[in-house]
């Protein structure tokens, strides 16, 4: 097996010879390919932020000159939100390997039936958690997002030993449950898999506490697959085998000293979709001086963060609301009653006043569907409530 | 390479070794394995009719006992409108040659990027027709069903030059490219594979005439995979060499000659879920006199029938209204303005009048999440005005 200073000078030779918008990042920093032969000579090379991604991909589309493979070798095309082009390759196997580590985490493999409640179109989130179900050996219930009621009805039917999605729709399907007089010790789920948002301390409490199961989280993007994963009874993640995590100064793009708080950057080994030093958007720190466990989740670099499981940009949104005459500024506002991400959305209306209930519906319509995301709430306010510079998306969940 | 009478034997064998629904149904009929040596023998083995598969399911949960190996050796498990468990393990690969051959006969191959706008969760048809398409050498771009004008757009941003649905969804996106103000000759779609609905000469003189496309239908099952599938410039349906059709007297079970119209009564060879002489509900007729082309779909034998590509099972529908208070006796009504099914649901009613759209708006509700399928108008009407022996589902459509 090679080392990782190995599998990295083969990545970055792979990336600048065939990806040109890398061959650009490296000679517009004057660095070459042979300045890095060792995780260490990472921040030689400028952090790409998932913004700049976005811009770059809307510049020269699809990939944005990342992809380093002959388009026809894709094996899937997915779109996220932003919207981003996620291409995968046959490379996407490492990113199983990852997943499959956080599987084995919480004893999921043979014998265990798993719903996998992930959107299995459109995003990558469904499709790669069910190759790595099947990976590590698990028969997988493909049953997607939503229908809580059925959801419930299917995990009772097929006895359902594994849950694989965000923990409050685990919560959601446990409350339907209850409801439903169904007590907890006839609850089949034994083991679940969370990702796509944080895992608070209360519904670890309820999960392994009241309902005795086993529960790990990971901790993935679209685009580079599971970054790292809890091991039960460890401390923080383990950063997967499978790339490369910095944490590093915004600013800067240096790397700060363990224990401090900084923007995750990752590095991949992917042939197909060479992402050398992203910036990912999220804060974490290492635990450890060997760089193998991230804290956790602590918070967003950039302005996008995620709404159940989706990420929300605001330069998608503020398009979407402009696409409605008589609009002006918006705001988001993300709040989490109840476990639920809840999403208000203020917008300046300087229209007749006649119809203003259809006015909101349709730029609820508008954002929802731009956004692949249900906004919950249309508020019409006056012109000038909302000031120019203000955050577009605003953030008062809290994860406890 | 074994032949069809060869097969057979061998998947009777194991069947009826590792089936109990199979042994039973042999047993019951006085028929043993060594009685059928060949194709022709068919007609000793009673035919099960979908229906009687659903209620085999719900007696003896979830497979009714047509699941002939270990259950930890499923690969997913999906669930049809019905609710119908469908196992899937390694030898859903036949499956996936079948729908090979449909790409291949429409050209779709290496080069070629398709949205695949079937449903990815829940049924097999998404993540099925994926790996048939990754199999031909395609790129996919899983969109699911729904949204429209995003369909249109990533479309047209990925240069995309293959569709996979249902005709009606592709005409409605091509309705939205124009109403975009994209001209026909810009449009990139080239290739189409049809399935999980008739595909009328209308929309095939549309696709073909006005867009220069090459389409295909197929005619596939959940249970079964692809049946039969177009092969242009020839007549009718080739039938896939995965599997044994007959076509049959609905009463007797017994062949009828060649050109005649009958049900349809299909025999996997997978060794998984080892369905022998499953009745599929559909009429048809064999074109040849070598039984290896199917006229093409002719109607429905069973109650359920197809809408925008899934079932809806009048025992699903009546029992979703039902939960609904002050509820009577159901009819919905499918129609087809300008090529999309829409459905009408009469239901009557005696409860009190005060709030008669709140609840027409919950049995809205109740049966679109039961039937996975949206209702899109709902009547109210007065107790006994829907005789008790009215056909629960009325199709009024037409194909043309």
Redesign the interface.
């Known amino acids: 097996m090679a080392t990782k200073d190995e599998r990295l000078r083969e990545i970055i030779r792979h990336a600048y010879a065939n990806a040109p918008a890398f061959t650009q990042l490296m000679d517009g920093a004057g660095v070459t390919p042979d300045d890095i032969q060792s995780v260490a000579d990472l921040p030689k090379i400028p952090v790409t932020s998932k913004d700049e991604l976005v811009q770059q991909q809307r510049a020269n589309?699809?990939f944005g000159g990342w992809l380093a493979v002959p388009?026809?070798t894709?094996?899937?095309?997915?779109?996220s939100p932003g919207p981003i082009?996620d291409p995968q390759g046959p490379e996407h196997l490492f990113l199983q390997e990852g997943r499959a580590e956080a599987f084995e985490a919480v004893g999921i493999g043979?014998?265990d039936?798993v719903i996998?409640t992930f959107?299995?179109?459109?995003v990558p989130a469904?499709?790669l958690l069910?190759d790595a179900l099947?990976a590590a050996?698990a028969?997988?219930?493909?049953?997607?997002p939503g229908?809580t009621?059925?959801q419930a009805q299917?995990a009772m039917?097929?006895h359902v030993t594994g849950y694989v999605g965000t923990p409050s729709f685990l919560k959601i399907i446990l409350d339907k449950m209850a409801e439903m007089g169904i007590p907890k010790e006839a609850v089949p789920f034994k083991k679940a898999v969370f990702s796509a948002e944080p895992y608070p301390q209360s519904l670890r409490d309820i999960f392994e506490g009241e309902y005795g199961m086993r529960t790990a989280q990971t901790y993935a993007t679209a685009d580079l697959g599971v970054i790292a994963y809890e091991e039960p009874g460890q401390p923080g993640l383990r950063v997967s085998n499978q790339l490369i995590v910095e944490v590093v100064d915004p600013e800067s793009g240096q790397p700060v000293p363990t224990g401090e708080v900084g923007h995750v950057v990752v590095t991949t080994f992917n042939k197909t979709y060479p992402l050398i030093r992203l910036g990912t958007g999220d804060l974490s720190a290492f635990t450890d001086e060997t760089h193998t466990r991230l804290k956790g989740w602590m918070g967003r670099v950039g302005d996008a963060i995620k709404v159940r499981g989706m990420f929300l940009h605001p330069l998608q949104l503020k398009g979407a609301v402009a696409s409605i005459p008589g609009t002006g500024n918006a705001q988001a506002i993300v709040r989490r009653p109840d476990v639920r991400d809840e999403v208000t959305l203020k917008v300046e209306f300087s229209g007749e006043d006649a119809d203003r209930e259809a006015v909101a519906e349709k730029i609820r319509a508008a954002v929802t569907?731009a956004c692949?995301l249900k906004i919950d709430t249309v508020e019409l306010v006056a012109p000038g409530s909302i000031p120019a510079d203000a955050r577009t998306v605003v953030d008062e969940r809290t994860w406890d």
Chains 1, 2 share one sequence.
Do not use: S
Request: hydrophobic share 40%.
């Open positions: 589309p699809p388009p026809h894709l094996r899937r095309i997915f779109i082009f043979q014998g039936i996998n959107l299995y179109h459109l469904g499709i069910d099947a050996g028969t997988v219930v493909p049953t997607g229908n009621e059925y299917i039917g097929l569907a692949r």
